[in-house]
């Protein structure tokens, strides 16, 4: 299968089989025909890639087993400038502003220029983790958020949920009573968050402050149901 991400323009699937990420003109698609703009070619691993403004941030390595480098590409498939190392690369999300890109050692956030820049090649950050006094917290596998929103959010291992904001560029740590399954951040920016524990309780948290401001106890079924749930908010 393949890890699909889009804007209105752009479509992007990246393949973990082969490496490869296909880049697809997404207005196409809608009209029901297929154009594709260009192959990013890489050796096996677990691709990612995202549109980001007039260009695309994919993954490629050099060989397989090895670290993944984030690259800003032209849609005709040139690379543009100096790409990040992104260790373990187990999440990508698009926002508002761009993408997120999840690794071991923090987030990578792909941004599109500024208007007077020259080009339309994509800005890369990378934002390490904070410290989390030993709560049990890893690297997200997943990311999610409100479409057309700047925040994402992601479980934290056994102990909570990471939040950030791509307009911040800023990474928090908010620890919850029970391992998170799945979170998505709703405000349009690090401030609301939505998601089910492993106890499969609904869980609403004040990004700000941390605080369960509401919950919801048995609404996704029992804890074992709870395991393969996806929440969508519109």
Request: aromatic share 4%.
């Given at each position: 299968p393949a890890r699909v991400s889009s804007s209105e323009g752009i479509a992007t699937l990246s393949y973990a089989a082969t490496g490869t990420t296909v880049v697809l003109d997404r207005l196409s698609l809608g009209q029901g025909e297929m154009t594709e703009l260009t192959r990013i070619a890489s050796s096996p691993h677990a691709a990612a890639a995202a549109p980001v403004g007039d260009a695309v941030v994919a993954s490629t390595v050099d060989a397989a087993g090895g670290v993944p480098v984030l690259t800003p590409y032209s849609l005709d498939g040139q690379?543009?400038?100096?790409?990040?190392?992104?260790?373990?690369?187990?999440?990508?999300?698009?926002?508002?502003?761009?993408?997120?890109?999840?690794?071991?050692?923090?987030?990578?956030?792909?941004?599109?220029?500024?208007?007077?820049?020259?080009?339309?090649?994509?800005?890369?950050?990378?934002?390490?983790?904070?410290?989390?006094?030993?709560?049990?917290?890893?690297?997200?596998?997943?990311?999610?958020?409100?479409?057309?929103?700047?925040?994402?959010?992601?479980?934290?291992g056994d102990g909570g949920i990471w939040l950030a904001s791509s307009r911040t560029q800023e990474l928090q740590f908010i620890p919850t009573p029970a391992p998170t399954l799945t979170a998505v951040a709703v405000g349009d920016?690090?401030?609301?968050?939505?998601?089910?524990?492993?106890?499969?309780?609904?869980l609403v948290i004040d990004g700000e402050s941390g605080e369960v401001t509401g919950t919801q106890a048995g609404l996704v079924g029992t804890p074992e149901s709870a395991a393969s749930i996806h929440l969508s908010v519109d």
């Open positions: 690379a543009l400038g100096t790409g990040l190392e992104c260790p373990d690369l187990s999440a990508v999300h698009e926002t508002s502003l761009g993408a997120t890109f999840a690794c071991s050692d923090g987030l990578v956030f792909a941004a599109e220029p500024d208007a007077e820049a020259a080009d339309a090649t994509p800005v890369l950050t990378r934002v390490e983790y904070p410290a989390t006094d030993g709560a049990g917290a890893a690297p997200p596998t997943s990311l999610d958020s409100r479409p057309h929103r700047p925040a994402v959010a992601g479980p934290a920016d690090s401030n609301r968050v939505i998601a089910v524990d492993s106890q499969g309780t609904l």
